[in-house]
Every structure is written in structure tokens, then in C-alpha cells.
């Protein structure tokens, strides 16, 4: 970040680079109008006034260059700050998406004092101004980086600030523990009565749970971010590589009726009924003796161990091989599909029976044909209700960025200090730290410092002279 909590005027392209049907320059600043007027004119050639016109009314107004040509025909809207999205002044030109022309406004906007904003400038004024909070902003970014309309929607939950108000809740607690503290620091030469010391614990106990669950509830974060990862697993030529190229709808992987065609592992981000999916296709397990195909059995074994779902595919046409039994051994049957493919070679519709493969009833299992695309949306069903029913812990408090990660976890190691100091009667002083520690590291979560809140609250809610 080159402007470092700077006020002056700046202009961004808000839509994507590029030609489109209207692009929008986006320009936030105080008293910015003023200085955008010589840009300005009605098309009925009416003067603009550098008062600043009625906010969040859109006007037909011509944006001119510094020879009074007319640049473009555009939309223009005024916010006033603090009723904006940065907290400042700001407009909003809806231009047409030419490269050239815009170049050219943003050139403009530039000799009129206007500078092009950095990266993320906008959201850091809208968080400065107390536009929103450090969680907030970030859940924004998720919001536009979502490649799910899972991850989005616990983006736009996040906006609203359920995380940000769970970590307040947190932070309320841990003031109140840090109160109980203070009072009993008053008076250093006796230790802390029981009740007290009862009382703070509690607290931190209750904070240390939910801070815990978030944490957990952050492995569902970065799926939601980066995708479930699907492996599909198998022997040679059971059909893994038509089955991956089926469902990420293009002809990736190359299929053939040779077994140990696939070597090296192929992924494809897809989206599974609005769940973000990772497919991954991995070589035909089997005993090799070539040197690349071992390579590649090597890495799908590790595919297997790490991925949060396994599709098992098996040739319903044929009988079951030792070579399919191995795979069945290796499998993780608590995240496994069984998939029964080429159908269309048998004359049964029915599954066949996954006791005989040693294998629990309640491993879920389907029969599809790859060749004649039957069974595909049972599959994709049932891949949907395994990753969807996956724990999820409140709509809007998942933690998918991981510096937010990191916080919470230099939270919860600050609380188990408070606490063990705590229990071993140590220096009150020290259990304070801690405490003050876990409080600094959540409200880094929502950018916030405790400090002032901390008096407020010792003053207020406590009585000295107890
Ligand atoms: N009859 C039939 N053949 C299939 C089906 N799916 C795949 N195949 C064929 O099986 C052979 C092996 O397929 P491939 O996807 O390369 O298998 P992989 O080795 O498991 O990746 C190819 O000739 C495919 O055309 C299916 O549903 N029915
Ligand atoms: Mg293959």
C-alpha cells in the first residue's frame, strides 16, 4: 500500500477491465465533487454547479475532456459521506465500457487532482471511517473471490457481521473476566477469593469453546475458499478419467481402452449443486513395475489419505478383481462413494450387494454408465448431501481466511495461558497479560482495540471500593 491512511481524492475502474456495455469509475473523497465539476457537463449544456447535487439521484450528465470535447455520455450519482461506502464523499460515474475512453477519464480525473486509488484503498477508507470491520471487509473479499454460491452466501452472511458480532460477544466476556481481575489487583496483598477465581474461569472456559469452534468450523472455511477435494480412485480402465471428464464438463483426461493410461494426477475445480469441488482423477491402482505409472499409483495412494471424499469406482460388468479388493482395503470407507460404472454392459439395474465386498451397507453406493450418462444425477446428489451435510457451525461464522485462522489460534494459546496461571494461583498480574493478550488477538480479528472499552467498563459496571 503506497497511501498509507491518506484522505485525498481517488478514482478506481470498479467493473473489469476490458470492453462491456457500461463501465463504472468509482471516485471517493471529501468535498471530491468540487474538484470533479471541470469533467462535467449537461447535455442540454446547463453549467454544472460545484455544489454538490441531491445524493443517490442518478443524471444524465456528458463527461468532457480538458478541450470541452465530450468524452463519453454517462450516469452520474452523488453519495454524501458519511452515507457511502467508504464514509466519504462519493460518485459514481456509469460510463461505456471502451478501454480508450476510460483511460482517458481516468486521466483526466488525474490532472483535476483525483490520483488512482491503490488495491483494497476503498475498503480500507470504509473500515478507517468505521464503515465496517476488519471481518467485514475481508468477507467481502470472499464475497468476490466465492467460486460457490455456498461460499458466497456464507460470505455475504459474514458481511453482515455474524462473525464480527460472535467475536464481540467473546471479547465482552473476557473484559468482564479482566474487570473481575482488576478489582481484586486493588487490593494486591490478598489473593484471589475463590468466587472471583471461579467467576474468571468460567468466562474464560465459555470463550475458549466458541473461540475452539470457530477454529474447527475453519477446515469447512477453506473448503468453502478452495473446494472440497473429490478423488476418484480405482483400478485401470474402470472408467475414472471419462467419469472426470464427465463431470467437469470438458475433455481433459485422456481415456482409452489401455489400462495405466492416466499416470499423473489431473484436477479440475466444478461446482456440485452450489458446492465447491476440487475433482481430482489419479492413475489406476495396481502392481507396476514401470517406473512412471508407479509414480503416479504413488500419488493417488496420497490423494486418497488427504482428500475430504472418494468416489470408488468399480466395473459392474465384471467380476470384482483382487486388484479391486487392495483399493477397498485402502479406501476411507467414512468418506467413501462406491461407484458402479458401465452399467450399460449388464442387463441389472440393481446394486449389487457391497456386503460381499466387505464392505458396511451404509456406505453409500451407485450405479451409473459413464457411456450412456446414466445414474450421473444420483451421483452428483449423493456427492452433494455428503459435502452438505458436512458439520456446519452457524451460517456466517465460518473463518475462510487464514490470517483469521491464525488469530484465533494465538487466541485460544493465550486463553490456556490465562487459564493455567489462573488455576496455579500465579501473579494475578501475569493472568492479566493473558487475558489482555487473547483480547488484542480477537479484536485484530475485527480491527479493533480493547483499550478504552476495558476502562469504560472497569468504571462502570464496577464498584472500587468492594
Ligand atoms: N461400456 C462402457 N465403457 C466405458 C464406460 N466408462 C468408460 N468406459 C470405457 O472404459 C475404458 C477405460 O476408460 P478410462 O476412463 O480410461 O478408465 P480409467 O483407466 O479408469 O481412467 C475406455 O475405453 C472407456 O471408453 C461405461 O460407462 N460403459
Ligand atoms: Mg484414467
Redesign the pocket.
Do not use: E, F, H
Given at each position: 500500500m503506497r497511501h498509507i491512511n491518506s484522505t485525498d481524492p481517488i478514482a478506481a475502474l470498479a467493473t473489469p477491465p476490458g470492453r462491456s456495455g457500461v463501465a463504472i469509475i468509482r471516485i471517493s473523497g471529501k468535498n471530491v465533487w468540487k474538484k470533479l465539476t471541470p469533467l462535467l457537463k449537461y447535455p442540454n449544456s446547463k453549467p454544472i454547479s460545484p455544489t454538490p447535487p441531491t445524493p443517490r439521484v442518478l443524471q444524465r450528465i456528458d463527461l468532457i475532456d480538458a478541450n470541452n470535447q465530450t468524452l463519453d455520455q454517462a450516469l452520474v450519482v452523488y453519495f454524501k459521506g458519511p452515507n457511502s461506502f467508504t464514509g466519504e464523499d462519493q460518485i459514481e460515474i456509469q460510463g461505456h465500457g471502451s478501454p480508450v475512453v476510460i483511460a482517458r477519464t481516468m486521466e483526466r480525473l488525474s490532472q483535476l487532482g483525483i490520483r488512482p486509488a491503490d488495491p483494497g484503498e476503498f475498503s480500507r477508507r470504509a473500515f478507517l471511517n468505521g464503515k465496517t470491520d476488519l471481518a467485514q471487509a475481508e468477507a467481502l473479499m470472499n464475497l468476490i473471490n466465492a467460486s460457490s454460491l455456498r461460499a458466497a452466501r456464507e460470505a455475504t452472511k459474514q458481511m453482515e457481521g455474524t462473525l464480527s458480532q460472535r467475536l464481540q460477544n467473546n471479547q465482552a466476556l473476557l473484559l468482564e473476566a479482566l474487570a473481575h481481575l482488576e478489582a481484586t489487583l486493588d487490593f494486591a496483598d490478598e489473593d484471589i477469593s475463590p468466587d472471583d477465581q471461579l467467576a474468571i474461569a468460567g468466562r474464560l472456559t465459555k470463550v475458549a469453546e466458541d473461540i475452539g469452534q470457530l477454529l474447527q468450523g475453519s477446515t469447512l472455511g477453506k473448503q468453502l475458499a478452495h473446494g472440497f477435494e473429490l478423488a476418484i480412485i480405482?483400478r485401470?480402465?474402470?472408467?475414472?478419467?471419462?467419469?472426470f471428464n464427465r463431470l467437469s464438463g470438458h475433455n481433459r483426461?485422456i481415456?482409452?481402452?489401455l489400462?495405466g493410461?492416466?499416470r499423473d494426477i489431473l484436477e479440475s475445480p466444478i461446482e456440485i449443486h452450489g458446492i465447491p469441488v476440487q475433482l481430482t482423477?489419479t492413475a489406476?491402482l495396481r502392481e507396476t513395475d514401470e517406473i512412471i505409472e508407479e509414480e503416479g499409483i504413488k500419488r493417488a495412494k496420497e490423494r486418497l489419505q488427504k482428500a475430504d471424499a472418494v468416489l470408488l469406482?468399480l466395473d459392474i460388468s465384471k467380476e470384482i478383481t483382487n486388484e479391486d479388493q487392495e483399493i477397498i482395503k485402502l479406501a476411507p470407507l467414512d468418506r467413501t462413494i462406491i461407484v458402479w460404472?458401465?452399467?450399460?454392459?449388464t442387463e441389472s439395474n440393481k446394486i449389487p450387494d457391497t456386503n460381499k465386498l466387505g464392505v458396511d451397507q451404509a456406505v453409500a453406493s451407485v450405479v451409473?454408465?459413464?457411456?450412456?450418462d446414466r445414474g450421473i444425477n444420483q451421483l452428483t446428489e449423493k456427492i452433494a448431501s455428503f459435502f452438505g451435510s458436512q458439520p456446519i457451525d452457524g451460517e456466517g461464522s465460518v473463518v475462510m481466511v487464514a490470517r483469521q485462522k491464525e488469530n484465533l489460534q494465538k487466541t485460544i494459546s493465550h486463553l490456556a495461558s490465562a487459564e493455567a496461571l489462573l488455576l496455579h494461583c500465579e501473579n494475578e498480574e501475569l493472568v492479566a497479560i493473558a487475558i489482555r493478550e487473547a483480547l488484542n488477538s480477537i479484536g485484530e480479528l475485527i480491527g479493533k482495540t480493547t483499550h478504552d472499552d476495558l476502562l469504560d467498563l472497569i468504571f462502570s459496571s464496577f464498584c472500587i471500593g468492594k
Open positions: 480405482g485401470p480402465n474402470v472408467g475414472k478419467s471419462t467419469l483426461a481415456v482409452t481402452p489400462p493410461t492416466t482423477d489406476g469406482l460404472n458401465k452399467q450399460d454392459l451409473i454408465s459413464c457411456k450412456k
